[in-house]
């Protein structure tokens, strides 16, 4: 294949980083599609009040792009949206970005994708890169009366900004980290803050210090600094948590368990410990990490709500003891639909088959990446990637190394297509199921990390088995034309 045009769906960070490095693989006809009028995916849609990236900055940074200006050590995501834009201008991939585009279908017929955007754009392309984002769909409770609340109520990926909060009596739902940051950061400002619990979660203590100016123009200047962080943080993570989580038995675990223990014993009134204390193990589902949740969660204008909630009504929530929590304003942090990966987009394959029937039982992906019958269409964080508490940005920048030198391979053969075969995506999900059962997300929690069977989706295997397998496509199992 020669000069293949590529189209990139989604200028968040995979896309950003996909055009950058199709850029420096000297594939020059590359147009990145994005609905939005702005870059950055997750960065520009999560503004609320607290948000902070929960790994490392150095860690959670492009490895060709360090960043020295990092303020901390988990820095607040208006900084990482501004880092994707700074990079994306630097590489020049803004050029090539078309706004307000939403690719609507995408279908392989005559040997070639065919797109349309839902604004009636049409292209096409011999490589379609997916970077549409996991946590991208906001997911919304089904709660009896919500519409009826005459407060402001709105999910935390849609932050209303016009909505004060200053001495407002706020309501939060849901327990994930996004919940745990919002209350930690709310707290002091409003007159009452309320989290509705449904489930309580494990909590590891993580300080947020910022770097000084010294340390800041300390990486300015040696950059090698920056690298030394990076590696140690990436070994920490990988050695002390990805890698164990896949062995529901690591001594690690119980480590990590312990530590949350520890913090939790810092809850001084023992009813509230309690109320607070998750019924499963520790990283069962994924753990949090805060600079004070449990300082925030005893304040004295704080107040958890275990009961279940009944209905929401013009004044508040009714929980099923009867007790109407009166509010001014209602935060859904209620998560995300993680199983729709690449759609509402209508993808249709070689075979013509719509892949929404092919995951009808839900998304599957080989090696997290590409699905039998749709040639050249490369999912970054696809289904049953690495997911858990590290960076997004290594998994796709393993997943990006290995697509370009599959897409070498072809083009160095005289062919122009890559699908996996058939008996290599079988053989893998058999094997992914197996070992899925032996991990901590299989120990007796619920969370977004299992399927509809109760089945944990994400890669079971060793974050170092995931370095492996991408470090070189094994072309045995790709069906090439
Ligand atoms: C609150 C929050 C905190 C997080 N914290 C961390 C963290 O600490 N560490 C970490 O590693 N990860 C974190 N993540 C995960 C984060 O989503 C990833 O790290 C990363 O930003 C994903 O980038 P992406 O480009 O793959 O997807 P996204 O950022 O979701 O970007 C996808 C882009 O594709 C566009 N798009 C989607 N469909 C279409 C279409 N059909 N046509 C055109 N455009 C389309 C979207 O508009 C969007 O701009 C967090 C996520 C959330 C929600």
New binding site residues.
């Given amino acids: 294949m020669s000069g293949p045009r590529v189209v990139v769906?989604?200028?968040?960070?995979?896309?950003?980083l996909a055009a950058i490095k199709l850029g420096e693989a000297g594939i020059r006809d590359v147009v990145v599609?994005?609905?939005?009028d702005r870059?950055?995916?997750?960065?520009?849609e999560?503004t609320y009040p607290g948000?902070t990236?929960?790994?490392p900055s150095h860690f959670?940074s492009y490895s060709f792009a360090l960043n020295p200006e990092w303020s901390h050590r988990f820095p607040p995501?208006a900084e990482i949206e501004a880092y994707f834009e700074e990079v994306a201008r630097r590489y020049g991939v803004d050029r090539l970005i078309r706004y307000g585009?939403?690719?609507?279908r995408c279908a392989f017929e005559g040997g070639r994708w065919r797109l349309a955007?839902r604004d009636g754009r049409a292209d096409e392309a011999d490589i379609v890169i997916a970077?549409?984002?996991?946590?991208?769909h906001p997911s919304h409770p089904d709660i009896a009366g919500l519409d009826g609340f005459t407060g402001a109520c709105f999910h935390s990926?849609r932050w209303d900004h016009a909505v004060p909060l200053d001495g407002r009596r706020v309501g939060v739902v849901g327990t994930g980290?996004?919940a745990i940051q919002i209350v930690t950061a709310l707290v002091d400002r409003v007159a009452t803050l309320r989290l509705f619990q449904r489930t309580a979660q494990w909590i590891a203590p993580a300080a947020n210090p910022p770097y000084s100016e010294e340390e800041k123009e300390g990486f300015r200047h040696d950059p090698a600094a920056m690298l030394a962080i990076r590696e140690e943080t990436t070994r920490a993570f990988e050695d002390g948590f990805a890698n164990v989580l896949v062995d529901a038995d690591h001594p690690m675990l119980h480590a990590i368990q312990a530590g949350c223990e520890a913090y939790l014993d810092t809850v001084r009134d023992p009813v509230l410990r309690e109320k607070l204390r998750p019924n499963y193990r520790a990283a069962c589902k994924r753990l949090i990490m805060s600079d004070g949740f449990y300082e925030a969660i005893q304040r004295p204008n704080a107040i958890l709500v275990t009961e279940g909630i009944e209905r929401v009504e013009p004044a508040g929530v009714r929980t099923r003891d009867g007790a109407l929590h009166e509010l001014d304003v209602l935060v859904l942090a209620t998560g995300?639909r993680v199983d729709q990966f690449?759609r509402p987009?209508r993808v249709v394959g070689r075979d013509g088959v719509p892949l929404d029937d092919v995951w009808r039982d839900g998304p599957f992906a080989y090696m997290a990446l590409t699905v039998p019958e749709l040639p050249n269409f490369f999912m970054?964080?696809g289904p049953n990637g690495p997911v858990g508490n590290?960076?997004?940005?290594d998994v796709?920048e393993l997943q990006m190394h290995y697509v370009m030198q599959l897409v070498e391979a072809v083009r160095s053969s005289g062919r122009r297509e890559a699908s996996p075969t058939r008996a290599a995506m079988a053989r893998f999900d058999a094997d992914r199921r197996q070992a899925a059962k032996t991990t901590i997300w299989n120990t007796g929690c619920k969370s977004w990390y299992l399927d509809a069977t109760g089945l944990p989706t994400a890669w079971p295997w060793t974050f170092r088995r995931f370095r492996d397998e991408m470090a070189q496509p094994r072309l045995d199992d790709f069906d090439l034309r």
Avoid at 39 to 44: A, E, F, Q
Avoid at 131 to 136: E, K, Q, R, S, Y
Avoid at 390 to 393: A, N
């Fill in positions: 769906i989604g200028a968040g960070m995979s896309g950003i599609y994005e609905k939005a870059l950055g995916g997750t960065w520009r999560n948000l990236c929960d790994v959670y995501g585009a939403e690719v609507d955007t970077a549409t984002g996991v946590l991208h990926a980290s996004t995300f690449v987009m970054l964080n590290f960076s997004l940005i796709a």
